[in-house]
């Protein structure tokens, strides 16, 4: 079975001291300063939004489909669900 590498931009939109505590080696873009930072995210690649629970996460999704991306999606849960079901040895805070 052939394994296919990711094709996906893993964008975590937390403040830098969250990142600091944890983070998934995703590029780091604050949500505040997203609309500023916009030329660093590839239009045509898909992107995978998170944070720590998904509410902030799921707003910068919305943000970014209303400045036309299309291959947008939300991380449900976030850090904290990536934590409790994928990676337990990932710090919660």
């Known amino acids: 079975m052939r394994q296919?590498?990711?094709?996906?931009f893993l964008l975590?939109?937390?403040?830098?001291?969250?990142?600091?505590?944890?983070?998934l080696n995703g590029h780091?873009?604050?949500?505040?300063e997203l609309p500023s930072r916009l030329n660093e995210l590839n239009p045509e690649q898909h992107i995978v939004v998170h944070c720590h629970s998904g509410g902030r996460s799921r707003r910068a999704t919305e943000f970014l489909i209303q400045q036309g991306f299309k291959?947008?999606?939300?991380?449900?849960?976030?850090v904290t669900a990536w934590s409790n079901e994928i990676d337990s040895s990932m710090p919660k805070y």
């Open 28 to 32: 780091l873009i604050p949500l505040n």
């Open 71 to 78: 291959n947008v999606c939300n991380l449900r849960g976030g």
């Open 12 to 23: 975590d939109v937390r403040n830098p001291n969250e990142y600091a505590i944890c983070h």
């Open 4 to 8: 296919e590498k990711a094709n996906f």
